[in-house]
């Protein structure tokens, strides 16, 4: 989940923060605090910890100046869990694209790429679109009849606007 509320985040077991495409954080969420105070990064109270740490794991574009000094923080995020965890994926310089968890099934796994594969026509797509959003509408009874409230308000607008335009005198 990216950056959620904070009672969503109490409700999380872990956590994984990336940075740049490298992994700063990987682990429990209750050991995540602990980790980075030894890193002198502190939660401050009352602020939501995903978006604290997704901001100290982020890069500051407003100025030059701090952009610089966001590369070098998170780079020295990036490190730490990599020496924090010498020997394992993170520590090889590990991004997203690498296989973080191995496929542990012994079942086969078939992904067809045939573009041969039947498709769905495209009669077919605008009706299963159509009967969509024509439940979604009248299942809202308020938009649909605001709405024809609005047509008839502005066909009458338009007629008074218009009555007798192209007519002499």
Request: glycine share 8%; charged share 20%; net charge positive.
């Amino acid at each position: 989940i990216h950056q959620p509320r904070s009672d969503i985040f109490n409700l999380i077991d872990s956590v994984l923060l990336l940075a740049k495409g490298k992994i700063a954080y990987w682990g429990a969420k209750d050991s995540i605090f602990s980790y980075f105070e030894k890193l002198d990064f502190v939660c401050p109270p009352y602020v939501n910890p995903a978006d604290y740490f997704l901001d100290i794991a982020s890069i500051d574009y407003s100025t030059g100046d701090s952009e610089a000094a966001s590369r070098e923080q998170v780079n020295r995020l990036v490190s730490s869990y990599a020496l924090h965890h010498k020997g394992s994926l993170a520590s090889e310089g590990s991004t997203i694209n690498k296989n973080i968890s191995p496929n542990k099934s012994k079942k086969k796994r078939t992904i067809l790429h045939s573009s041969s594969e039947p498709t769905t026509g495209f009669l077919r797509q605008t009706q299963i679109l159509l009967r969509r959003s024509f439940m979604c509408l009248f299942r809202d009874r308020a938009l649909l009849y605001g709405g024809m409230v609005e047509v008839i308000i502005l066909g009458i607008l338009m007629g008074a606007i218009f009555y007798k335009a192209g007519e002499d005198g």
